[in-house]
């Protein structure tokens, strides 16, 4: 877990610094700058740009479990960036083609007010692209053990343009068109910032190796990107598709005020999509190398450190969303319950751990494209069933149940196949635990003063909650971190 703990601490470091400064952007500024179909639309174009571009980018992500054989720092990894970027140019144009023909589908919603996603649907171009390729150079970047890169790039660079952006129109040195064009343009730095990074590393090269891939190689590559075609998007479309049909049903309004009240669940996510990064390229080597002690020892800790963390920061937000709504503006008071439903989905996923990294870069990494299609039968279904019953609430609710049911069938498939078995009585003591902690907040007296409120309730949250893990010894990373630390501060 050495080059898992600290890849994983770097990318969570730079993504929680980020995700601070998206939180402010969306909450404090964007949101009483911007109407909320105005918030609406930037979601859309967003959430759609990063689904087409994983349709584009032709399944060749799932090659990663196959990159082993490529690795060969002399040859420049015999060109394995010049086919990722030869295929995906390929589904790009492809991706235009469907753009054109299938304009008004997408767009289509059953309120009126699409006249704004219509004026601005032809960024989804420029954006798909950027996404595409950015993904492209951000995997070749994670092979090479270089996984932080790209969360910092991401999740802090990108989002620290965006604020830019927002303070110009803050101060009316852009209106809303003008800024639409300044927030394309830092939508497309990540792209050319990890492009520069990997040419300055000298890890650039788009020099192919056609003598490498014979029948064997090409049969492998093949198989792999079609699965990949089926499970590289699922998961995009699982996130996004509750946007998508928010849209459809209600509009660009009601997709702004659910858009920004997910955004505080999905807060919970980031130390599972950090520990994926780099845990993926791990995993798939011990694959190679029949490792099942060091695959079982990666799998136990990442339950165990996601639950703790994870849990910590969905009592953190829940226990102080009364604050968080004196906040926004008053349209958006309707998303309370949509922060807990995504927060529990994405609680669910990080109980279980790299399961999804497991399955995928296995030999049965085929079965891995069944519970995706599944999952997204699943999604569809339970948000037809859901919306229409509870609104927009019925979305997150559908989303929750979708990860719950997801998780549960890749953690038993694991069990029987491999005879994996994650979870010990840490794991159920620090669901008690968190659940015990959250209930002792609730008997704290609210506070006139919000600053005051989430300082008092937060700070009790966290000294007890932290200190309890430690002193339990819930998960022995977080202990020897501690010890570490303590042993640097002595030193000095």
């Known amino acids: 877990m050495g080059i898992i703990k600290q890849q994983t601490l770097k990318g969570t470091f730079f993504s929680y610094i980020g995700v601070f400064i998206g939180f402010v952007t969306n909450t404090f500024i964007l949101t009483k700058v911007l109407d909320?179909?105005?918030?609406?639309?930037?979601?859309?174009?967003?959430?759609?740009?990063?689904?087409?571009?994983?349709?584009?980018?032709?399944?060749?992500?799932?090659?990663?479990?196959?990159?082993?054989?490529?690795?060969?720092?002399?040859?420049?990894?015999?060109?394995?960036?010049?086919?990722?970027?030869?295929?995906?140019?390929?589904g790009f144009i492809l991706f235009v083609i469907g753009a054109y023909a299938f304009k008004e589908v997408i767009i289509s919603q059953k309120s009126q007010d699409n006249n704004l996603f219509r004026d601005y649907y032809w960024y989804l171009l420029p954006l798909t692209f950027a996404n595409l390729y950015f993904n492209i150079f951000d995997l070749y970047s994670r092979l090479l053990?270089?996984?932080?890169?790209?969360r910092l790039i991401r999740e802090f660079t990108l989002k620290l343009l965006i604020l830019v952006c927002v303070v110009l129109l803050i101060f009316r040195i852009l209106d809303f068109r003008s800024f639409m064009w300044l927030w394309l343009s830092a939508n497309l730095m990540p792209m050319l910032l990890m492009m520069i990074r990997l040419?300055?590393?000298?890890?650039?090269?788009?020099?192919?190796?056609?003598?490498?891939?014979?029948?064997?190689?090409?049969?492998?590559?093949?198989?792999?990107?079609?699965?990949?075609?089926?499970t590289g998007a699922s998961p995009l479309l699982v996130d996004n598709i509750d946007r998508y049909m928010?849209?459809?049903?209600?509009?660009l309004a009601d997709t702004g005020i659910y858009s920004i009240a997910?955004?505080?669940?999905?807060?919970?996510?980031?130390?599972?999509?950090?520990?994926?990064?780099?845990?993926?390229?791990?995993?798939?080597?011990?694959?190679?190398?029949?490792?099942?002690?060091?695959?079982?020892?990666?799998?136990?800790?990442?339950?165990?450190?996601?639950?703790?963390v994870a849990l910590f920061l969905f009592i953190l937000v829940w226990a102080n969303i009364h604050n968080a709504l004196k906040v926004l503006p008053p349209d958006y008071a309707d998303g309370v319950s949509i922060v807990f439903f995504i927060g529990l989905a994405n609680l669910f996923d990080a109980l279980t751990g790299v399961n999804a990294v497991i399955l995928a870069t296995s030999r049965y990494y085929r079965y891995d494209s069944f519970f995706y299609l599944a999952l997204v039968g699943v999604t569809i279904g339970s948000n037809l069933f859901f919306i229409p019953k509870f609104g927009i609430t019925g979305a997150a609710m559908a989303t929750a149940l979708t990860m719950f049911i997801f998780n549960l069938s890749r953690y038993l498939f694991i069990l029987f196949k491999f005879k994996l078995q994650p979870f010990t009585v840490h794991n159920l003591l620090v669901i008690v635990l968190g659940v015990l902690i959250y209930w002792l907040s609730t008997l704290i007296?609210?506070?006139?003063?919000?600053?005051?409120?989430?300082?008092?309730?937060?700070?009790?949250?966290?000294?007890?909650?932290?200190?309890?893990?430690?002193?339990?010894?819930?998960?022995?990373?977080?202990?020897d971190m501690v010890a570490d630390l303590l042993a640097k501060l002595k030193r000095s």
């Not at 979601?43 to 090659?63: C, M, R």
């Not at 005051?452 to 202990?479: E, H, K, P, Q």
Request: with cysteine; glycine share 6%.
């Open 445 to 479: 007296p609210v506070q006139q003063n919000l600053y005051l409120d989430t300082f008092i309730r937060g700070g009790f949250i966290t000294l007890l909650y932290a200190g309890s893990v430690y002193f339990l010894r819930l998960s022995s990373d977080i202990n």
């Open 199 to 230: 040419v300055r590393k000298g890890n650039f090269s788009l020099k192919p190796n056609f003598n490498f891939l014979n029948k064997d190689v090409q049969r492998n590559l093949f198989n792999l990107c079609l699965f990949g075609i089926l």
């Open 145 to 150: 053990y270089d996984a932080a890169a790209g």
């Open 36 to 90: 909320t179909d105005q918030v609406g639309l930037i979601n859309i174009l967003t959430s759609f740009s990063l689904i087409f571009a994983q349709f584009a980018i032709l399944g060749f992500n799932a090659t990663a479990r196959y990159f082993p054989y490529f690795r060969n720092e002399k040859n420049k990894h015999n060109g394995y960036l010049f086919l990722a970027c030869a295929i995906s140019l390929i």
């Open 262 to 308: 997910a955004s505080f669940g999905i807060i919970i996510a980031l130390p599972t999509r950090s520990l994926y990064s780099i845990a993926y390229t791990v995993i798939a080597e011990s694959w190679i190398r029949k490792d099942m002690a060091n695959i079982h020892t990666v799998y136990r800790k990442s339950c165990i450190n996601q639950s703790i």
């Open 246 to 251: 928010v849209n459809s049903y209600f509009g």
